[in-house]
């Protein structure tokens, strides 16, 4: 592995990580201390406005129904998230934030917009454009190695796959 892939590679680690752990020390110094990192990304997922069913809540968090049911089985005691059923087909559960839901929520996207302007601050226009487009770039093929492994019946071979693609792109430049 060359030096330049490694310091990548462990650089993209530890701002995981980092982000992660400023995270949860914030929501647990804060008014909302009762929140792991998951319920909050839970109601981020739920969204302040229209009430979303579990479905498309599990969908965009790309969990099952189940793990979703325990999860805002929990916020419900915990008062952020109200559960109906649906008035025209009571199958269908609807889940919607509270007004402490919604609170939590606003404070968390603010967490996650003083963080990227922070980052942003001492940076030219054209650095931060830059340094946008790499994010963007870094997102998108993270994004299309995770569907890989989504839509593959073997993971080794999927790795096999990411493997031979690494190889080819250092042969062609």
Do not use: W
């Not at 999860?71 to 402490?100: F, M, P, Q």
């Not at 226009?125 to 487009?133: A, P």
């Amino acid at each position: 592995m060359d030096r330049e892939e490694q310091e990548l590679g462990e650089g993209l680690v530890r701002i995981f990580e980092n982000v992660l752990l400023t995270e949860e020390r914030s929501i647990r110094k804060g008014y909302f201390a009762d929140l792991s990192i998951a319920e909050m990304h839970t109601l981020d997922a739920i969204g302040p406005y229209e009430a979303r069913t579990m479905t498309e809540t599990a969908s965009l968090l790309g969990i099952t129904i189940g793990t979703l049911t325990v999860s805002i089985d929990r916020l419900v005691k915990k008062g952020y998230v109200e559960r109906r059923r649906d008035e025209n087909d009571r199958r269908i559960v609807r889940i919607s934030l509270t007004r402490n839901g919604k609170l939590a929520a606003r404070i968390h996207g603010k967490f996650h917009y003083v963080l990227a302007r922070h980052i942003l601050e001492p940076y030219s226009r054209e650095e931060k454009d830059l340094l946008l487009k790499m994010v963007k770039d870094v997102d998108e093929y993270i994004e299309t190695q995770a569907h890989r492994y989504d839509n593959t019946e073997s993971v080794r071979k999927t790795a096999k796959e990411v493997a031979v693609d690494t190889r080819r792109r250092k042969q062609n430049g």
